[in-house]
């Protein structure tokens, strides 16, 4: 896709209601071999990824959309080439990560069935000159595609999701212990200004893609963050890198026909004749209906994605439901059995801090700066703290608890049949220096 494609495949410098030429236009071997790969590869991604859930949003479905890359039989497909060609054993599991060997497998089938398909079409349809009106509608569907990719992650950056605003118990956490990916994510996550800049940046662009006259411009604004997004996931190890890549090919499908046009003119500086925008009707007036269809489909993503971002902070961004003790309790003293433990980092038994930030868990944080995690439940009435063991569905705890004044807790209970008595007093988060606000003028840098 790097050599430039002839301005007769560009639904931009060519009307394609004048199609009446088209059968006379013999497109060369090579750009007919590469359509029809291109065609085969870039389609089958879009059904078999996370792309085709983006591409039919309908928030009240009562079903979810397949991922008919996970199921008979492109599994079954993927499992023989990983198992038989390339002597690997890719396991399907839900991971959360989208560079398992798994999905590196499953590249390479749609490259396989891609090459197989383009070597039995190349048979089958010896004749055809070109595919000038299947490239137009394929360029459609690689517009939608992409443009409903970048939607999805601009939301989930607009109304800070992505990288959510920092976890309590990261603030105790010390550096040395972030992977590459946390420190990153963490970072974007402590500054939501700029988390909804790049969310933003990615609604306009993927927005630009559902008008034809703005496609080039979205495609251009689509390949410099798609190549930021993956430069990111190369550096920090987040394990997103095939999909990022394939975002990049995405829009280089979409700029591929406009090489020589974009070098005629920031490279020559050339003056450039108005695009013609693509026909898909064969009247002004379906045609007229064409664009709006596509300008309405944008718009429901558009719309989609103002509903549901608001919902989901609510849910588990920023705006959702605090714990009735939040915040970080620092454990002044602590005892067992009636014995006071001092706070050794050897001892495993003994608390520095509690976390409290959901009204469903909580965290102790030991001495050695490990943490032990807890789902619970507070009753503000009884003033009680009933903590369970994800691991262990028998195993429960019960707290009663004490708030002489705001700032103080006194924690009083059975934990494994030892009487523990703790003393907590709230921590400031203001000095933990996660927000400082915003200087215009500062004598000298502050960084810590």
Known sequence: MAQPIEPAMSNHTVAEDTVSAAPSIAWPVSKRLVFRFVFVYFGMYVLTTQMLAGLINIPFLPFGIPDFGKIPPMRNLVMWIGNTVLNVKPVLAPTGSGDTLYDWTQALTLIAIATVSTIVWSLLDKER??????????????????????????????????????????????????????????????????????????????????????????????????????????????????????????????????????????????????????????????????????????????????????????????????????????????TVNGEVLPPLDTDSTRYRNAIFQRPTGMTFQRPDLTFLTYANTIDTIKKTIVLKKGTDSTWKATLAYQRPVNEQLILDGDVDGKRVHMQLNLRDLSKLNINRGFHWVQEQPYNR
């Open 129 to 334: 000159l070109n595919y000038v009106r299947l490239y137009k509608w394929f360029r459609l569907f690689i517009r939608f595609g992409l443009g409903t990719t970048m939607l999805g992650y601009g939301f989930a950056k607009f109304f800070p999701l992505q990288m959510p605003t920092v976890f309590l118990s990261r603030l105790l956490e010390p550096y040395g212990n972030f992977s590459p990916m946390g420190v990153l994510w963490y970072s974007i996550g402590a500054a939501p200004a700029y988390e909804i800049f790049l969310g933003f940046s990615e609604i306009v662009a993927g927005s630009l893609l559902f008008i034809p006259r703005t496609t080039l411009l979205g495609a251009l604004m689509c390949f410099n963050l798609a190549v930021g997004i993956f430069m990111v996931n190369m550096t920090f190890d987040v394990p997103v890198k095939l999909f990022a890549f394939h975002l990049i090919l995405f829009s280089l499908v979409l700029l591929a026909p406009e090489v020589q046009r974009l070098f005629n003119l920031f490279v020559l500086n050339r003056p450039l004749p108005a695009a013609v925008p693509p026909q898909f009707g064969a009247s002004q007036r379906s045609n007229r209906i064409w664009l709006g269809a596509q300008v309405v489909y944008g718009a429901w993503f558009i719309a989609a994605g103002l509903y549901q971002g608001p919902k989901s902070m609510k849910s588990f961004g920023a705006d959702a439901p605090k714990s009735p003790l939040f915040g970080i309790w620092h454990i002044d003293t602590m």
